[in-house]
């Protein structure tokens, strides 16, 4: 969510609803490997996949495209030591396992029953599996037997085709020369795409305007400000660990 401070009280764009079918998905460079995984279930050679990417790079959209194509079932955090005992070959994902707080126990011994009854099980993360935050090497050591793919925004035209999904999301045309616009002078990342499609979607509510390149500017200044806040609040929290 935008910092309030910096987006000066904008209303609140209600309404949106982002499209996760398989046929929204925008395939890319950065991540047709991952989709093309996704897409060959169940001709899979091993049961574990894992799929690498920073927030909002699609990890979860391919998640749920996987879980519509083969029945699979989301695991609950408190769910693993339940879903390993019942054991079964019912396919799983598995969700944020570097960030969600998984009991450790409970995702080593589903790890272990999916690898024995070659029970397919999609993990998405950000982090390196030698990252995750775990007490000891028990889990990451099973999870490195995972095939693993990155998901990443490749090129302008990826960027691009992510602002024209995020704004038909919220049923808003916007002029090509305006997403242009963005793409050649926002920081590259698809964290970044959402949070100024989101932004320029509450700058013009609060106009009660279109989306203009006016409002792109207005929205990339914002956002230059914000992130200029974070930079000095974490070169103040170094200087007083010092």
Do not use: C
Not at 117 to 130: I, K, P
Not at 175 to 199: C, F, H, N, Q, W
Request: no cysteine.
């Amino acid at each position: 969510m935008v910092n309030d401070q910096v987006s000066g009280q904008l209303p609140l764009a209600f309404g949106h609803v982002a499209a996760h079918g398989e046929g929204d998905f925008l395939v890319g460079e950065g991540n047709a490997l991952a989709h093309g995984r996704i897409m060959a279930f169940p001709q899979w050679s091993d049961p574990l996949t894992l799929v690498l990417g920073p927030a909002k790079s699609g990890k979860s959209h391919l998640a749920r495209i996987f879980a519509d194509r083969s029945g699979a079932a989301f695991a609950g955090v408190d769910a693993l030591e339940r879903l390993a005992r019942e054991g079964g070959q019912t396919p799983l994902v598995i969700e944020d396992v570097d960030r969600a707080g998984y009991n450790e126990a409970g995702l080593f011994h589903l790890l272990n029953q999916a690898m024995r009854d070659n029970r397919a099980v999609l993990m998405t993360a950000r982090d390196e599996v030698a990252q995750w935050p775990f007490s000891t090497d028990d889990v990451r050591s099973r999870a490195r037997r995972a095939t693993v793919f990155s998901v990443a925004m490749s090129d302008d035209m990826q960027l691009s085709q992510m602002f024209v999904k995020l704004f038909g999301d919220r049923q808003i045309a916007v002029d090509p020369k305006i997403i242009g616009y963005l793409v050649a002078r926002m920081e590259r990342s698809t964290e970044e795409a959402v949070i100024l499609a989101e932004l320029m979607d509450r700058l013009a509510l609060a106009k009660g305007t279109a989306i203009t390149r006016s409002i792109a500017a207005d929205a990339l200044d914002r956002r230059r400000i914000a992130r200029g806040h974070a930079h000095q609040d974490d070169d103040q929290d170094e200087a007083n660990d010092e």
